[in-house]
T-cell receptor
Framework: KQEVTQIPAALSVPEGENLVLNCSFTDSAIYNLQWFRQDPGKGLTSLLLIQSSQREQTSGRLNASLDKSSGRSTLYIAASQPGDSATYLCAVLVTSGSRLTFGEGTQLTVNP | DAGITQSPRHKVTETGTPVTLRCHQTENHRYMYWYRQDPGHGLRLIHYSYGVKDTDKGEVSDGYSVSRSKTEDFLLTLESATSSQTSVYFC????????????FGPGTRLTVL
């Protein structure tokens, strides 16, 4: 059974800092990995999708990496802003299945 | 943003009553999903569909049924609502040609008294 863990559970940083969010998964037979953002009381917004054959994806100030062999992904946020404050969720789609398995998320607070 | 709407957005109901939640998409995606989100449990899959009239169970399907008679609509029914089904319900869609990236709707907050 696939399990996804995100560390840390919460993170508070000053504006402008570069930061890294971590995600680990137990089954390396994944189809893809997605990073989402969720604001309080809102739905999930897809940030980055990494296919199993890829090593990283970039979108603006966000960069996500994938190391299947070690079961790890990182989300790098450059020059953080208060508007980046949200919960960030990592989810994996296993090759043999159709459902995403989610981590519990990292709650990020960027202080002005 | 992907064209996904959910209705109703909020609902309060009583134990034992039937409830139907609707997910509507305008993207013509093949796959549709229903998840629930609860503190301490994260997001968990209830049911999913891989085509019209093709559905399968997820990890927390007990007490729920689904139907998909058209590509654009995926209905989730609680036959007899219980307090344990108080949750936020999210619909999602995906398509193989888009790498099966999942896009989520805005959610429905359901309270069962």
């Amino acid at each position: 059974k696939q399990e996804v863990t995100q560390i840390p559970a919460a993170l508070s940083v000053p504006e402008g800092e570069n930061l890294v969010l971590n995600c680990s998964f137990t089954d390396s037979a994944i189809y893809n990995l997605q990073w989402f953002r969720q604001d309080p009381g809102k739905g999930l917004t897809s940030l980055l999708l990494i296919q199993s054959s890829q090593r990283e994806q970039t979108s603006g100030r966000l960069n996500a990496s994938l190391d299947k062999s070690s079961g790890r992904s990182t989300l790098y946020i450059a020059a953080s802003q208060p508007g980046d404050s949200a919960t960030y969720l990592c989810a994996v789609l296993v090759t043999s299945g159709s459902r995403l398995t989610f981590g519990e998320g990292t709650q990020l607070t960027v202080n002005p | 943003d992907a064209g996904i709407t959910q209705s109703p957005r909020h609902k309060v109901t009583e134990t034992g009553t039937p409830v139907t939640l609707r997910c509507h998409q305008t993207e013509n995606h093949r796959y549709m999903y229903w998840y629930r989100q609860d503190p301490g449990h994260g997001l968990r899959l209830i049911h999913y569909s891989y085509g019209v009239k093709d559905t399968d169970k997820g990890e927390v399907s007990d007490g729920y049924s689904v139907s998909r008679s058209k590509t654009e609509d995926f209905l989730l029914t609680l036959e007899s609502a219980t307090s344990s089904q108080t949750s936020v319900y999210f619909c999602a869609i995906s398509e193989i040609r888009m790498g099966r990236e999942q896009f989520f709707g805005p959610g429905t907050r359901l309270t069962v008294l």
